[in-house]
């Protein structure tokens, strides 16, 4: 299929300002390197998976199509979400999954059913998510799973996580009109598109590539790309429903070529109303119930935030970067999809290898050795996120090379 046009950033990105956040950099790289996984799924998209046949649709603009998504109204649907991320990450027999859980879910006071928890098994492996929204006041998701079922329901000021294999329930309020719990893991086409639009720039390729069917609608396909080399990023593709403007499907392919990195789309939707009672919800007999306020206090930390997740905040002996020396505030290298995030850790960084031992092999299964004028570090590695931590305790993280990493550390010195 051959473009609609040729048409760049410059434009594209006027047409994208009113859904670009200012915080677009922090959101895209500003991340520890405990939660990489994460990271990469929050800026990932997918090459869609189509319907056999391709629509004839009137001719947009890249200006045009990002616009219609900006515009895009939708506040009523029903549907079926299939996502696979594939970041190359280890094979641990699962472990991998838990070690984010944890990451993450540690704020939650322990409950399975905590969303801050349970939605990050989506930055690994292949996922089936219902999902159902009526209006800002109600959404649900659930994530299905072997013989079990975890459940994510935002109705009115009431949020309720139900893990039906630990029959377990977390319950948090929130005001009126607050965004979709758990929002800051992305479930939908829909937000795996915002944060991929709050990346174009000057620096970036936009282009309408023809149309596809997907999940029997018709729809365009936008495509994002870097300008600059040095960048995992290969490209971003989004099928735009014709109709609504609603992405259904998202790509993200990584520059080192191969299968998607995250294939996030719909399989079945609907935009009708969805019946009141998808968002009823009372605790199962015999379920133990965590409160999110009793939770946070457990756990030292504030009340739980606008959309029920525990806050950050409000911990006795933290600073605004989290822990007490666990970080040292963080700075940004360069620009675009360059661009670098720098901070430091408590500590002295990771062990240097020492020639033998079972901790030399553990380590050097994950990663690379390098070393420069900044001395010594070692470089962990996904498809999409990279991170150098040098001897010294510094860690760079981007969605960059490997090289790429090692010149920031050696102009950083």
Same mark, same amino acid.
């Given at each position: 299929?051959?473009?609609?046009?040729?048409?760049?950033?410059?434009?594209?990105?006027?047409?994208?300002?009113?859904? !670009?956040?200012?915080?677009?950099?922090?959101? !895209?790289?500003?991340?520890?390197?405990?939660?990489?996984?994460?990271? &990469?799924?929050?800026?990932?998209?997918?090459?869609?998976?189509?319907?056999?046949?391709?629509?004839?649709?009137?001719?947009?603009?890249?200006?045009?199509?990002?616009?219609?998504?900006?515009?895009?109204?939708?506040?009523?649907?029903?549907?079926?979400?299939?996502? $696979?991320?594939?970041?190359?990450?280890?094979?641990?027999?699962?472990?991998?999954?838990?070690?984010?859980?944890?990451?993450?879910?540690?704020?939650?006071?322990?409950?399975?059913?905590?969303?801050?928890?349970?939605?990050?098994?989506?930055?690994?492996?292949?996922?089936?998510?219902?999902?159902?929204?009526?209006?800002?006041?109600?959404?649900?998701?659930?994530?299905?799973?072997?013989? *079990?079922?975890?459940?994510?329901?935002?109705?009115?000021?009431?949020?309720?996580?139900?893990? /039906?294999?630990?029959?377990?329930?977390?319950?948090?309020?929130?005001?009126?009109?607050?965004?979709?719990?758990?929002?800051?893991?992305?479930?939908?086409?829909?937000?795996?598109?915002?944060?991929?639009?709050?990346?174009?720039?000057?620096?970036?390729?936009?282009?309408?590539?023809?149309?596809?069917?997907?999940?029997?609608?018709? &729809?365009?396909?936008?495509?994002?790309?870097? !300008? @600059? /080399?040095?960048?995992?990023?290969?490209?971003?593709?989004?099928?735009?429903?014709?109709?609504?403007?609603?992405?259904?499907?998202?790509?993200?392919?990584?520059?080192?070529?191969?299968?998607?990195?995250?294939?996030?789309?719909?399989? @079945?939707?609907?935009?009708?109303?969805?019946?009141?009672?998808?968002?009823?919800?009372?605790?199962?007999?015999?379920?133990?119930?965590?409160?999110?306020? @009793? &939770?946070?206090?457990?756990?030292?930390?504030?009340?739980?935030?606008?959309?029920?997740?525990?806050?950050?905040?409000?911990?006795?002996?933290?600073?605004?970067?989290?822990?007490?020396?666990?970080?040292?505030?963080? $700075?940004?290298?360069?620009?675009?999809?360059?661009?670098?995030?720098?901070?430091?850790?408590?500590?002295?960084?990771?062990?240097?290898?020492?020639?033998?031992?079972?901790?030399?092999?553990?380590?050097?299964?994950?990663?690379?050795?390098?070393?420069?004028?900044?001395?010594?570090?070692?470089?962990?590695?996904?498809?999409?996120?990279?991170?150098?931590?040098?001897?010294?305790?510094?860690?760079?993280?981007? *969605?960059?090379?490997?090289?790429?990493?090692?010149? &920031?550390?050696?102009?950083?010195?």
């Amino acid at each position: 299929m051959a473009p609609f046009d040729s048409e760049d950033s410059t434009t594209a990105a006027a047409a994208a300002g009113d859904v !670009r956040e200012p915080r677009r950099r922090f959101a !895209r790289y500003g991340v520890p390197v405990t939660v990489m996984g994460v990271a &990469a799924a929050a800026i990932g998209l997918v090459p869609a998976l189509a319907d056999s046949g391709d629509p004839d649709l009137p001719k947009l603009t890249a200006a045009q199509l990002v616009q219609k998504i900006a515009e895009s109204d939708v506040e009523q649907l029903s549907g079926t979400v299939k996502i $696979t991320t594939d970041l190359g990450l280890p094979d641990l027999g699962g472990l991998e999954s838990g070690l984010l859980s944890g990451a993450v879910g540690g704020a939650g006071g322990g409950s399975s059913a905590d969303p801050s928890a349970k939605l990050t098994e989506l930055a690994t492996g292949t996922h089936t998510l219902r999902v159902a929204a009526d209006g800002p006041d109600r959404q649900k998701v659930s994530l299905l799973e072997d013989a *079990a079922e975890y459940s994510l329901v935002h109705d009115g000021q009431d949020v309720w996580g139900y893990d /039906s294999r630990s029959n377990e329930v977390y319950h948090a309020t929130v005001d009126e009109g607050a965004e979709r719990p758990g929002k800051d893991v992305p479930a939908t086409p829909k937000d795996f598109a915002e944060e991929a639009l709050k990346a174009v720039d000057d620096t970036t390729s936009v282009t309408v590539d023809g149309t596809a069917r997907v999940a029997g609608r018709d &729809a365009y396909r936008l495509v994002v790309k870097p !300008r @600059q /080399s040095g960048s995992t990023v290969g490209a971003i593709s989004v099928a735009v429903d014709a109709k609504t403007g609603l992405p259904l499907k998202f790509t993200l392919t990584p520059a080192s070529g191969g299968a998607a990195v995250v294939d996030v789309g719909f399989t @079945q939707v609907g935009f009708a109303k969805p019946d009141a009672s998808t968002f009823d919800f009372t605790p199962p007999k015999g379920a133990k119930v965590t409160e999110a306020d @009793q &939770a946070a206090e457990a756990a030292g930390k504030g009340k739980p935030g606008k959309d029920g997740t525990p806050a950050e905040d409000g911990r006795a002996g933290h600073g605004a970067d989290g822990p007490a020396g666990e970080l040292d505030g963080m $700075t940004v290298i360069g620009e675009g999809w360059n661009t670098i995030a720098t901070f430091g850790t408590s500590g002295e960084g990771l062990p240097a290898p020492t020639g033998g031992g079972d901790l030399d092999g553990f380590l050097g299964s994950f990663g690379d050795q390098v070393k420069g004028g900044f001395g010594k570090g070692t470089v962990f590695s996904t498809r999409l996120i990279n991170a150098l931590v040098t001897e010294d305790g510094t860690v760079y993280v981007g *969605a960059v090379t490997k090289d790429a990493l090692v010149k &920031a550390a050696e102009s950083a010195r």
